[in-house]
């Protein structure tokens, strides 16, 4: 695999073999503290973010290598105007890896099509975040000791939460799988991440009960209400303390019960559930570094030098309908377009994934 832009860039094999290097790695850092020593990884953030960024850097310094940053998108050649593909272009004639994260939907899989080394997506839009649902997996398996039969419930934006969208994507795939979305009408899953749930066929129960959900879950994923990514701040401000997970909704939860979390925080667990055994997202942040390490390693191993194309094909006339995809705000880029296929009748931006009438 050269770059990771989508979690189904990876087989369920090379799934698990990324969390067994990274409790491998728990067990007996010394090991890997030379691993790549003499590499370099780029750190492009052009929207906000503490433990993503810091994770990745601390990841490659812990293996030996070392880190080329900018402090900030902003005040990198891009807003003179330069593109996403300049710039991917670019750095990786200075870095033998790249994290991104970009406010497009799409911009992942742009740099990597011109980036002769691996990309990772770091989190494109409300899209994808690839790394953080590594995370959550390294999570459960050590908090749950399997990914199998897990109920899991999804709490909060699911419509704009690009963890949810590739943890929902990544869970589908194991055996006894069920999904409890819960969330308000207005910021349920999108369609095509029902279409990938559907594919698979795992249960999913739609609600909009917090209370209702929690005592059946084994892992109670909650979620920030994006509020970036709405246009209507009336809207978010009526919806951003939708839930508010406390000691007294826990009673009701399994004892064996994890609460999983992205961080960052606003609203959505009180501080007093922190010291609750079953609150296992300051732990997840911690497993954040681990996997990243597992990673950097496997991509730095397998990287072959070749730019990996955006896998879609021209189709004239046709233009994706979605303003934060990067195929709408890039002025060089022709849309691409996957055909629908038996398993998703619908054609699709290459991009974002956004159904293409
Ligand atoms: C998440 C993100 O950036 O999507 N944060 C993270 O990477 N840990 C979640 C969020 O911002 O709500």
């Known amino acids: 695999m050269s770059s990771l832009i989508d979690i189904l860039d990876l087989s369920t094999a090379e799934l698990d073999e990324l969390v067994h290097t990274a409790l491998d790695i728990a067990h007996d850092p010394s090991k890997y503290a030379d691993a790549c020593r003499g590499k370099k990884i780029a750190t492009l953030f052009f929207e906000p973010s503490t433990r993503t960024r810091l994770s990745f850097e601390a990841a490659m310094y812990e293996l030996g290598g070392s880190v080329l940053s900018v402090p900030s998108g902003a005040i990198s050649s891009t807003s003179k105007g330069e ?18 994260r970009h406010p497009l939907e799409g911009a992942a899989a742009v740099a990597a099509s011109k980036s002769a080394v691996p990309v990772i ?12 649902t590594l995370t959550d997996l390294l999570t459960i398996y050590r908090e749950k000791g399997t990914f199998e039969n897990l109920t899991i419930g999804l709490c909060g934006d699911l419509k704009y939460g690009r963890t949810v969208h590739s943890l929902v994507t990544a869970m589908s795939r194991y055996a006894g799988t069920r999904f409890v979305l819960i969330s308000p009408e207005e910021l349920r899953l999108p369609e095509q991440i029902m279409t990938e749930i559907e594919r698979y066929h795992v249960p999913v129960e739609t609600t909009s009960s917090l209370d209702e959900a929690l005592p059946k879950l084994d892992v109670l994923y909650m979620t920030r209400i ?121 054609c699709r931006c290459a991009f974002c994934d956004t159904a293409v009438k």
């Not at 593109?83 to 991104?100: G, H, W």
């Not at 770091?122 to 975040?129: E, N, Q, R, S, Y």
């Open 83 to 100: 593109s996403i593909s300049d710039t991917a272009r670019i750095v990786s004639l200075y870095a033998d890896i790249i994290a991104l």
């Open 121 to 132: 997506n770091a989190g494109d839009g409300g899209h994808f975040h690839p790394t953080q």
């Open 226 to 346: 994006q509020r970036e990514r709405f246009d209507d701040v009336a809207a978010y401000e009526r919806l951003k303390d939708s839930y508010i997970l406390t000691p007294e909704k826990m009673q009701f939860a399994k004892p064996d019960c994890r609460v999983l979390h992205p961080l960052p925080r606003v609203n959505e667990i009180s501080t007093l559930v922190d010291d609750d055994p079953r609150a296992a997202y300051f732990r997840q942040a911690g497993n954040g570094k681990l996997i990243r390490m597992a990673l950097i390693l496997k991509l730095l191993c397998e990287a072959d030098g070749k730019t990996k194309p955006v896998p879609g094909v021209p189709m004239p006339g046709k233009r994706c309908p979605n303003l934060r995809c990067v195929s709408n705000v890039e002025p060089e880029l022709q849309g691409l377009f996957r055909e629908s296929t038996e398993k998703d009748d619908v």
